[in-house]
Structures are given as C-alpha cells and as structure tokens.
C-alpha cells in the first residue's frame, strides 16, 4: 500500500518514514512484539525490520493505543497538559501514557496492557483461563453482547437501544461502566495523570463516559477528571502522523545542532 501510494503521489519529494500502529505490545529496546491475540506477528523478528526491508525509509512500530494516545496529546483533550491516560474501550481494551509530552512505553512496552489487570474475587484460579485478561474479559465487546438477549446482537445496537428506553439495553450499559469504573480507578491511583481520555467504538460515547465517571466518584475519595476523545476514530492514524513529525523534527534540531558545534 505504501509503495502504490509512493507512485500516485511523486511530487510531495522522497517518503523520509513509515509509523505503523499495531495491536500488541512494543518492545522499545528490541523491537519484538507480544501480546498480540488479534494479530500473528512474527514474535522473533522486530517487524520494523521486515517492512524496512522493502520500503525505501526508517521504519516505526509502535501501539496502536499508544499512537491514539500521542494523538489526544498532542492535537486533542491533553493539549497543554502534562499527563494524560488515554483508555481505548471496543473490540478489547488498551492504555497509552504520555508524560511530558513523551510516550510512556515501560521497560518492555508493556505500560498500559490494561486488560490484564487481576481483577474478580479470585484472580490465580480465573486468570489461567481468561479469553484476553481478567479485565478485558468484563469489558470486552464479545463480554457486553453476552449481557443482551441470545449475545448476538452488536454492540452499537444496543447502545441505540437503550438511547431508545430499551432497559434491559440500558441496564447492560450500566453494568459496563461500573466493571470499567475499576480499571479506570485503578489507573488514575497508579499513575494520577491530570486528565483520563476514553476512546474507541465504546469509550468515545458520551453516555458511557458520563456512567463511568458516576461509579469512579464511589470509588475513589479525589475528583477525577474523565473525558470522550476529543480527536475521534482517526486517532490512530493521527498519532502516527504526529510521531513520525516529531521524531524527524527531533533529529533536523539535532543535525543543526551537531553543524553549530
């Protein structure tokens, strides 16, 4: 895909870098990545290698969530904050960190595996079988369709559905938000961030923000400030977009630094 649009697309000048965002976790000192249920990447080989292998550029390959989250950062609710979560609710669940305007990955770009939180009355018997992770599980799009008649019924519909007065639809929303209400919970005691943006096909509605928001305040004694992504389904590709500039910003100062010296 990057190769046609190269040749739809010659007058912009030669491609300078490729950020691919990907479901699973980043190792930011090998590359590898883990945790990846939805997708087979090859765990033994950094797939920034394997694309730069035929692409006439550097190559970066980093988290999904955590692009979305270097979005929100950058052009949309974190602006001029100096910390933000940004939780991603939908198909499963993720977490990107940004401190200080940079991208808080952890040792082995595993920050923010939110679903693996150990959470339910006896964590070492369940989690052995969890689906994602003990979090996700509950949260989940596959675990909200369970809540509703046969389980077949998609997510979006029964949001419609209980926008409609439906209230079993409506008793279904509510039970997500309070198991999400733990996760979120936990992440603003670990980390105190100064704002926890919720995104995703989930995440982004604003009654499902507004529920959660409710079930925190029991939980925890301090205000929590909790907002809907205010950059929308393209944070992703945004995030992305964002990286690759600043990166590529960060090494044109260098280069001018290194010829003043």
């Not at 997500?176 to 509605?205: E, M, N, T, Y």
Request: hydrophobic residues 45%; proline residues 7%.
């Amino acid at each position: 895909m990057i190769l046609s649009l190269l040749q739809q697309h010659r007058e912009p000048g030669p491609l300078l870098k490729a950020v691919v965002g990907v479901p699973s976790a980043v190792s930011p000192s090998t590359g590898l990545a883990s945790l990846s249920p939805h997708l087979a990447i090859p765990s033994d080989r950094p797939l920034a290698v394997l694309l730069a292998q035929a692409l006439p550029c550097p190559v970066v390959v980093e988290n999904d969530v955590n692009l979305a989250a270097y979005a929100e950062a950058t052009l949309g609710k974190g602006r001029n904050r100096d910390s933000l979560a940004f939780v991603a609710f939908g198909t499963g669940v993720g977490m990107g960190l940004v401190v200080g305007g940079m991208l808080f990955r952890g040792q082995h770009g595993r920050a923010g595996e939110l679903g693996l939180l150990p959470l339910g009355a006896n964590p070492h018997q369940t989690a052995p079988y969890a689906r994602a992770g003990l979090f996700e599980d509950q949260v989940d799009s596959p675990a909200v369709r369970s809540l509703y008649g046969d389980g077949t019924l998609p997510v979006a519909e029964i949001f419609a559905r209980a926008t409609a007065g439906d209230a079993q639809a409506a008793a279904v929303i509510e039970t997500l938000a309070k198991s999400a209400s733990v996760g979120i919970a936990s992440v603003q005691a670990l980390f105190d961030p100064a704002l926890i943006v919720l995104g995703g096909g989930i995440g982004s509605r604003r009654e499902f923000v507004s529920a959660v928001t409710r079930h925190v305040s029991v939980l925890l004694p301090f205000a929590t400030q909790i907002e809907a992504t205010g950059v929308g389904p393209e944070a992703g590709m945004l995030g992305a977009l964002m990286l690759g500039l600043n990166d590529l910003a960060s090494i044109e100062n260098l280069g001018q630094r290194e010829v003043v010296q």
